[in-house]
T-cell receptor, first 114, second 112 residues
C-alpha cells in the first residue's frame, strides 16, 4: 500500500520564479494538507484541500496557491519566489473529518531559492 | 489560538538512559494530541496519539499521557537506543477544524 508520494524530492529555483510541487495521497485518503517546514522549525500549515476545494488556509500570502484533482492528488504552486520560501514542503493526507487519527506525511520536497 | 510548546533541544543522552520530552498545549475544546518523529532526510511519522483526557498513547517503547488538568502530553521512554536519534514534534488537532498544529521540535541525540 503506497503511502504519500511527493515530487520532485529536491528543487532549486531563482528568486521571482514560479514552482509547482506535486503530491499523491495515501490510498483511501481524500484530504490533502500542505505544510512548510523551515530549517530547524516545526511544520507550518499552508492549506488543506478536500473535494477539490480549499477548506482551510494558514497564514500564508496569496503567492501560495493549490489545486486538488478528482483522483485526490494535489499541487502546491508558489509564485514570485522569495529567498525565505526555501524550506521543506510536506504533503499530508487523511480521511476528511478524521484528523484526530493523525495524518500520513510524505517525505517532502526540499525547495531552495537562490 | 491553539498552540503547542515543547522543550528546546538538543537533548543528548547515553544509550539506555530514561527520556522525557516535555510538551504543553493551549487549545479550546478537547483536542487530539500527537507525537511525530522525523528521522534525518525524511518526512514525519506518527509515533503515538491520544484522543481524550487520561488516554495513554504508546508505540515502540515510547509513551505519553493526555493530561487535561496540566494541559500536557510529555513523551517518555524507559531506555533509549541510538536508533531513537531524531527530531520529535508534539502536535495537536482541534476537532473543530481538523488541521494539525506542531511545536517547534526537539532534537534528540543518543550516544552509544
Amino acid at each position: 500500500d503506497a503511502g504519500v508520494t511527493q515530487s520532485p524530492t529536491h528543487l532549486i529555483k531563482t528568486r521571482g520564479q514560479q514552482v509547482t510541487l506535486r503530491c499523491s495521497p495515501k490510498s483511501g485518503h481524500d484530504t490533502v494538507s500542505w505544510y512548510q517546514q523551515a530549517l530547524g522549525q516545526g511544520p507550518q500549515f499552508i492549506f488543506q484541500y478536500y473535494e477539490e476545494e480549499e477548506r482551510q488556509r494558514g497564514n500564508f500570502p496569496d503567492r501560495f496557491s493549490g489545486h486538488q484533482f478528482p483522483n485526490y492528488s494535489s499541487e502546491l504552486n508558489v509564485n514570485a519566489l522569495l529567498l525565505g520560501d526555501s524550506a521543506l514542503y510536506l504533503c499530508a493526507s487523511s480521511l476528511f473529518g478524521n484528523g484526530d487519527y493523525g495524518y500520513t506525511f510524505g517525505s517532502g520536497t526540499r525547495l531552495t531559492v537562490v | 489560538g491553539n498552540s503547542v510548546t515543547q522543550m528546546e533541544g538538543p537533548v543528548t543522552l547515553s544509550e539506555e538512559a530514561f527520556l522525557t520530552i516535555n510538551c504543553t498545549y493551549t487549545a479550546t475544546g478537547y483536542p487530539s494530541l500527537f507525537w511525530y518523529v522525523q528521522y534525518p532526510g525524511e518526512g514525519l511519522q506518527l509515533l503515538l496519539k491520544a484522543t481524550k483526557a487520561d488516554d495513554k498513547g504508546s508505540n515502540k517503547g515510547f509513551e505519553a499521557t493526555y493530561r487535561k488538568e496540566t494541559t500536557s502530553f510529555h513523551l517518555e521512554k524507559g531506555s533509549v537506543q541510538v536508533s531513537d536519534s531524531a527530531v520529535y514534534f508534539c502536535a495537536l488537532s482541534s476537532n473543530r477544524d481538523d488541521k494539525i498544529i506542531f511545536g517547534k521540535g526537539t532534537r534528540l541525540h543518543i550516544l552509544p
